[in-house]
Nanobody, 124 residues
Framework: QVRLVESGGGLVHAGDSLRLSCAAS??????????MGWFRQAPGKEREYVAALSRSGLSIGYSDSVRGRFTIYRNVDKNTVHLQMNRLKPEDTAVYYC???????????????WGQGTQVTVSS
């Protein structure tokens, strides 16, 4: 069974930075055969796309709200994917989830496995 575990969330002030990590285990295919995405969900809202990597490790694009501030990258040797978040804003407050899938997509429904999420709270 695929297991994804996020970490790195916390409470920060606007303008601060955080680095989220997602550790994968129990993969049925090699790490590089997965599309890896970061999504976030605020209370009362749908899960929202943030960023994702294709099987080649290249970004498929960032959401308009985070472009220029967030960076997604992976470490193949450690089976981890990360989200570096800079210049955080209060509207970035949400639970952040790591998802793995088989096809590059910006839709949450396209991902097969998810972690439990990590809370990011940005105060003004």
């Amino acid at each position: 069974q695929v297991r994804l575990v996020e970490s790195g969330g916390g409470l920060v002030h606007a303008g601060d930075s955080l680095r989220l990590s997602c550790a994968a285990s129990g993969l049925t295919s090699s790490f590089s055969q997965y599309v890896m995405g970061w999504f976030r969900q605020a209370p009362g809202k749908e899960r929202e796309y943030v960023a994702a990597l294709s099987r080649s490790g290249l970004s498929i694009g960032y959401s308009d709200s985070v472009r220029g501030r967030f960076t997604i990258y992976r470490n193949v040797d450690k089976n981890t994917v990360h989200l570096q978040m800079n210049r955080l804003k209060p509207e970035d407050t949400a639970v952040y989830y790591c998802g793995f899938g088989t096809s590059a997509t910006m839709e949450a429904s396209g991902y097969d496995d998810w972690g439990q999420g990590t809370q990011v709270t940005v105060s003004s």
